[in-house]
């Protein structure tokens, strides 16, 4: 049986994902050939959304792409002992998270992402920070579809029409970016201006406020990806927003 699919989940890991065993034991950084033998594991890069995850707490988890018209999962990992699973989506090109890509592939990406959510009733709660490790036995593992999807072809199982708004979850997923990135922007434009900072001060008003924002989700993203959103924002404004600029 080809491994395409997990060969593809395994190359995007990041260099160093935080991993686990027992979330009760809480949840460690380790380089990736040490994380790759724990039970979970964190499954996108820092700045990409490269595996879209749905935490399916039902029984029969694993086969819900096919009794609720979504596209078959790349990969799902199931319990063993209670038939709930993971099943995953790989995307290519991934999703760039970090606002300097594109805000309208963002916000497509969060539609998408949802779109999938709802017709899965997969859990709306799921930090998508850690996943079951299909590299781990404890999990009954398998690929169904070996090639990773475009965006276009998993929306193809969506109606994404006006008619369905609102397309975006702020509080799920990639819909969190697009809440930080739009919120903290805004208070930023406004912001710079009482004082013209140098820029690590910037910086750290910066991240303080998108951390601000942030906390109020019912899970948060985590803050290495808090502060790569704060540092791009506070990089922009701080070349573009000067009180020369403002005076000219």
């Given at each position: 049986?080809?491994?395409q699919a997990?060969?593809?989940?395994?190359?995007?890991?990041?260099?160093k994902?935080?991993?686990?065993?027992?979330f009760?034991c809480?949840?460690?950084?380790?380089?990736?050939?040490?994380?790759?033998?724990?039970?979970?594991?964190?499954?996108n890069?820092?700045?990409?959304?490269?595996?879209?995850?749905?935490?399916?707490?039902y029984q029969?988890?694993a086969?819900?792409?096919d009794e609720?018209?979504?596209?078959?999962?790349n990969?799902?990992?199931?319990?063993r002992?209670?038939?709930?699973?993971?099943?995953?989506?790989?995307?290519?090109?991934?999703?760039?998270?970090?606002?300097?890509g594109?805000m309208?592939a963002?916000?497509?990406?969060?539609?998408?992402?949802r779109?999938?959510?709802?017709?899965?009733?997969a859990d709306?709660?799921?930090?998508?920070?850690?996943?079951?490790?299909?590299?781990?036995?404890?999990?009954?593992?398998t690929?169904w579809?070996?090639?990773p999807?475009?965006?276009?072809?998993?929306a193809?199982?969506?109606?994404?029409?006006a008619?369905?708004?609102?397309?975006?979850?702020s509080?799920?997923?990639?819909?969190?970016?697009?809440t930080?990135f739009e919120?903290?922007?805004k208070?930023?434009?406004?912001?710079?201006?009482?004082?013209w900072?140098?820029?690590?001060?910037?910086f750290?008003?910066?991240?303080e406020?998108a951390?601000?924002?942030?906390?109020?989700?019912p899970?948060?993203?985590?803050?290495?990806?808090v502060k790569a959103?704060?540092k791009?924002i506070?990089?922009w404004?701080?070349k573009?927003?000067?009180?020369?600029?403002?005076?000219?």
């Amino acid at each position: 049986m080809s491994n395409q699919a997990l060969d593809y989940f395994n190359q995007n890991l990041p260099r160093k994902p935080y991993c686990t065993d027992d979330f009760c034991c809480g949840v460690r950084i380790l380089p990736q050939a040490q994380a790759i033998l724990k039970r979970y594991i964190q499954h996108n890069p820092p700045h990409s959304m490269v595996v879209f995850a749905y935490d399916l707490d039902y029984q029969g988890g694993a086969i819900g792409w096919d009794e609720r018209g979504c596209p078959p999962f790349n990969i799902s990992a199931m319990s063993r002992d209670t038939a709930t699973a993971h099943g995953y989506y790989i995307v290519n090109p991934g999703v760039r998270t970090a606002p300097d890509g594109s805000m309208a592939a963002l916000k497509y990406g969060a539609a998408v992402q949802r779109g999938i959510r709802v017709k899965l009733g997969a859990d709306p709660n799921y930090g998508n920070l850690l996943c079951k490790n299909p590299n781990h036995a404890d999990w009954q593992v398998t690929q169904w579809r070996h090639k990773p999807y475009t965006l276009d072809e998993l929306a193809d199982y969506l109606d994404l029409s006006a008619a369905n708004a609102p397309l975006i979850e702020s509080t799920y997923g990639l819909g969190r970016n697009c809440t930080i990135f739009e919120k903290t922007r805004k208070w930023a434009y406004r912001a710079i201006r009482r004082g013209w900072p140098a820029f690590a001060q910037w910086f750290a008003a910066c991240f303080e406020r998108a951390m601000g924002y942030n906390v109020q989700f019912p899970v948060p993203l985590s803050e290495p990806e808090v502060k790569a959103i704060a540092k791009s924002i506070a990089k922009w404004t701080h070349k573009r927003f000067t009180e020369k600029t403002f005076a000219e």
